[in-house]
DNA sequence: TTGTATGCGTTATCAA
DNA sequence: TTGATAACGCATACAA
């Protein structure tokens, strides 16, 4: 309709007011109350006729509060950080803050431009779900003063508070629970560890626990890719030709899902095999929408996302001005055991 | 590390490299071949040292192209609209475009303050996929001259083309497929109609088609939240004590879920009450990362989400300059039929 | 081919 | 309490 969309700016609506755009600058600054009522309400009738908004563009230039929290999302299509990222958007919500999600799609290249970008953009803080490697950029915006949060993964040379699931203590609740139910050759089945901490994390505890326990604890590392190396795994562990021992004599297997995608996969290797669950363990980290579907329904270790989230913002915000020297924080949060019928050795 | 982490600025690298910061913006705005071998030479060096980067902001703020396309969604826990956001990623890469995200959560106020966040970032389009209503904001966007795309929805007085589901013929396969498995009595499950129009196209296509093959056609809107809903929905269906007719005399019965919301909901309330589907036939629109994993398999129009991903894109580049009166496209994509066991009647 | 000067919309500093 | 003016970092018309 209108001819001339352009935005309105401070000016048009200072000579519209009568005033100077300083005093419409203090109006929309917060310094509302320094200003005489009189003069406040020609403001705000000019505003409101004028359709203004300030430009946060001319405002970031001048070094002002964006009001702009950004985050890096490495795989968005992986429902654990889509849930994550709610967690993140509903802080910021409560607290006047914009989210702006980039998705690198694991890929360096896009993460270095969108870096670039939300950077300059003056984000007041950076929550980075991002590949696991060293990244320069990240590293110069940290030092740069920029807040950020590593969520799910360490990043050493950046110094950055770290947010995510207490991997050990998951990876406990697991092995307790299989062990409990009965299960005692045990795989652990995970994305390329080298990729994020939390990977190795887990399968590092994996090992040590399995080592305490004196069970059989193999692993896999896998990018899901091909799905034979799941299928290979999966057929040494239930047949039970080996040559050490009579694996029966051992007792029963299970699998452990280092991610969502790793239960995803794994799931459905076993449904095309014809491979029921249960008799053969199953538990994955990650709850996910339809682990209460699938048949016996698949036992998952809840992350408590929304918290995750919370807390992301949360350490983004109330960080000590003066950062040197510090140590990372480290919040850590439990997982939540849904147990269901994939760790029941015998249908109940 | 360093004391001054500032990023530097265009007058620091012309400085550094001894020209004046014309030629430095020159060579960062594509016009290096205008530009002596020499002085790009030490440009490049200069800014390499220096970690130059050109400022979005101040560059947004003279009017040049800001290489940033928008995106909001509505509801970002929505495997269709990642899917859909991943398209359009796609393609922006493939462009040098960079996307950023906001997610609504359905909420009018976070579109709100979103829309002029990315307005304000003179994003180059915009994609939207969010809440139903009308917005002031988003049509003052578009007249003022920033392309704009609906996904999946249309809107009534916004100047926006449309991209998404070609909802008739889904219907339509929908439809034909439930009656060729010899299907007769059909139940048709949405999410409030009111807020999306492809809710409402399907709705009206499905009771439109219903009244032509003379057959039972139901309708159930809910907002899923309550499960009450869904299950006395069920029993109506299943139940054949029926006052009007004997209704086994008008064959089996099917529900086609609206989206995917939609089927996971039903799916979960058909699996609560140990209900098995085939016998009872379900097919649902939105293709789901579980559908080929819960017991017969469920049976799925799957969106071209990629397509329509592209589509958008291209929609909002290729757009002719003048717009007035034009009538606004309409990019309709046909699903793929993926038939599984939930709509094969006797187990094959 | 290179440089100078000006303006983009805002906030901050200072003076009134 | 208010206003004039100088930055902020960059692009661009214009001059050299």
């Given at each position: 309709?209108?001819?001339?969309?352009?935005?309105?700016?401070?000016?048009?609506?200072?000579?519209?007011?009568?005033?100077?755009?300083?005093?419409?600058?203090?109006?929309?600054?917060?310094?509302?109350?320094?200003?005489?009522?009189?003069?406040?309400?020609?403001?705000?009738?000019?505003?409101?006729?004028?359709?203004?908004?300030?430009?946060?563009?001319?405002?970031?230039?001048?070094?002002?509060?964006?009001?702009?929290?950004?985050?890096?999302?490495?795989?968005?299509?992986?429902?654990?950080?889509?849930?994550?990222?709610?967690?993140?958007?509903?802080?910021?919500?409560?607290?006047?803050?914009?989210?702006?999600?980039?998705?690198?799609?694991?890929?360096?290249?896009?993460?270095?431009?969108?870096?670039?970008?939300?950077?300059?953009?003056?984000?007041?803080?950076?929550?980075?779900?991002?590949?696991?490697?060293?990244?320069?950029?990240?590293?110069?915006?940290?030092?740069?003063?920029?807040?950020?949060?590593?969520?799910?993964?360490?990043?050493?040379?950046?110094?950055?508070?770290?947010?995510?699931?207490?991997?050990?203590?998951?990876?406990?609740?697991?092995?307790?629970?299989?062990?409990?139910?009965?299960?005692?050759?045990?795989?652990?089945?995970?994305?390329?560890?080298?990729?994020?901490?939390?990977?190795?994390?887990?399968?590092?505890?994996?090992?040590?626990?399995?080592?305490?326990?004196?069970?059989?604890?193999?692993?896999?590392?896998?990018?899901?890719?091909?799905?034979?190396?799941?299928?290979?795994?999966?057929?040494?562990?239930?047949?039970?030709?080996?040559?050490?021992?009579?694996?029966?004599?051992?007792?029963?297997?299970?699998?452990?899902?280092?991610?969502?995608?790793?239960?995803?996969?794994?799931?459905?290797?076993?449904h095309r095999r014809g491979i029921s669950l249960?008799?053969?363990?199953?538990i994955g980290i990650d709850e996910l929408d339809?682990?209460?579907?699938?048949?016996?329904?698949?036992?998952?270790?809840?992350?408590?996302?929304?918290?995750?989230?919370?807390?992301?913002?949360?350490?983004?915000?109330?960080?000590?001005?003066?950062?040197?020297?510090?140590?990372?924080?480290?919040?850590?949060?439990?997982?939540?055991?849904?147990?269901?019928?994939?760790?029941?050795?015998?249908?109940?």
């Amino acid at each position: 309709m209108s001819q001339r969309p352009r935005r309105a700016t401070i000016l048009e609506v200072a000579s519209a007011a009568g005033v100077s755009k300083t005093s419409v600058s203090r109006y929309y600054s917060g310094e509302r109350d320094r200003l005489s009522a009189d003069m406040s309400r020609r403001i705000i009738a000019a505003a409101e006729r004028l359709g203004y908004q300030p430009n946060p563009m001319a405002r970031g230039l001048k070094g002002g509060p964006s009001g702009l929290i950004g985050m890096l999302v490495a795989d968005i299509r992986n429902p654990f950080s889509v849930a994550v990222m709610h967690g993140v958007e509903q802080a910021c919500r409560e607290q006047g803050l914009s989210l702006m999600v980039c998705n690198t799609d694991n890929d360096p290249e896009q993460e270095r431009k969108h870096l670039a970008l939300l950077s300059s953009y003056r984000i007041e803080g950076l929550v980075v779900n991002a590949a696991g490697r060293y990244s320069e950029a990240l590293s110069q915006l940290a030092d740069g003063g920029t807040p950020v949060v590593l969520l799910d993964r360490a990043l050493a040379g950046v110094d950055a508070d770290e947010v995510g699931l207490d991997n050990a203590a998951a990876v406990d609740m697991a092995l307790d629970h299989l062990i409990g139910q009965g299960y005692r050759r045990l795989l652990f089945i995970t994305e390329p560890p080298a990729q994020a901490s939390s990977r190795q994390a887990r399968l590092d505890r994996f090992q040590a626990r399995c080592a305490e326990h004196r069970l059989t604890g193999e692993t896999l590392s896998t990018d899901l890719g091909d799905d034979d190396a799941l299928a290979a795994a999966l057929d040494r562990l239930t047949s039970p030709e080996r040559d050490d021992q009579a694996s029966d004599a051992m007792g029963p297997a299970a699998i452990l899902c280092g991610n969502g995608q790793v239960t995803l996969a794994m799931t459905r290797c076993c449904h095309r095999r014809g491979i029921s669950l249960g008799p053969l363990g199953l538990i994955g980290i990650d709850e996910l929408d339809w682990c209460d579907l699938v048949d016996p329904g698949i036992t998952t270790l809840a992350q408590p996302t929304d918290d995750i989230g919370q807390a992301a913002l949360n350490a983004l915000r109330n960080r000590p001005a003066s950062q040197a020297g510090r140590a990372p924080r480290r919040l850590l949060f439990a997982p939540h055991l849904i147990a269901r019928g994939s760790t029941q050795l015998s249908p109940g």
